[in-house]
């Protein structure tokens, strides 16, 4: 059981917007440490789609968006396409374990 | 661009020894934190061990057994895992760790540790 808290799966229409989230701890996403969120598609490595809360590397659409507050953070995915369909995973320092660690992931179905 | 290429993975006994290796390329390696993470068949991602400007890290679950190293003079981010368990039979990848606002894209393929009598 992992200190990040992630909901196992969401789900959501083609076109729709979907929003994953991370619920954290006063030693982690509390103490203001920063959030990262990865993608990885069926088969696939991992890809890190969000880094530092907001912020999307190179080639990562607008539609994904990231967003922290207090000991929480979401993921929105606007827009939903099929090719969406991945596990995501959230990722912070955690200042009590002395290390990041990984939510358990969540699979997005995109219906 | 980016390329990391681990190498060292294999089958070894309970109680062995491995040595993985990731050679790093296409950016400044002594500017990025780096980490690597492992993932068992079916399982989730887990983050294993990191390395910064500011010192090494380790999970709970390796810490004592596994030590991690960078060398910049061959651009080669290490993993010396001691004491195997069957606990730890997974695919190792090689990333660089977002720090500090600083990021930048990049996961190796991959490396396969099997941990098997």
């Given at each position: 059981q992992s200190v990040l808290t992630q909901p196992p799966s969401v789900s959501g229409a083609p076109g729709q917007r979907a929003t994953i989230s991370c619920t954290g701890s006063g030693s982690n996403l509390g103490a203001g440490y920063d959030v990262h969120w990865y993608q990885q598609l069926p088969g696939t490595i991992p890809r890190l789609?969000?880094?530092?809360?907001t912020n999307r590397p190179s080639?990562?659409?607008?539609r994904f968006s990231g967003s922290k507050s207090g000991t929480s953070a979401s993921l929105a995915i606007g827009g939903?396409?099929?090719?969406?369909?991945a596990i995501y995973y959230c990722q912070a320092f955690d200042s009590g374990l002395r290390g990041w660690v990984f939510g358990e992931g969540t699979k997005l179905t995109v219906l | 661009e980016v390329q990391l290429v681990e190498s060292g993975g294999g089958l070894v006994q309970p109680g062995g020894s491995l040595r993985l290796s990731c050679a790093a390329s296409g950016?400044?390696?002594?500017n990025y934190a780096m980490s690597w993470v492992r993932q068992a068949p079916g399982k989730g991602l887990e983050w294993v061990s990191g390395i910064t400007a500011a010192g090494t890290y380790y999970a709970g679950s390796v810490k004592g057994r596994f030590t991690i190293s960078r060398d910049f003079s061959k651009d080669t981010l290490y993993l010396q895992m001691s004491?195997?368990?069957?606990?730890?039979t997974a695919m190792y990848y090689c990333t660089i760790q977002p720090n500090h606002g600083i990021a930048l894209p990049g996961w190796g393929q991959g490396t396969l540790v099997t941990v098997s009598s």
């Open positions: 789609l969000i880094y530092a809360n080639g990562v659409p607008g939903l396409q099929p090719e969406d369909e | 950016f400044t390696f002594s004491s195997l368990r069957a606990g730890d």
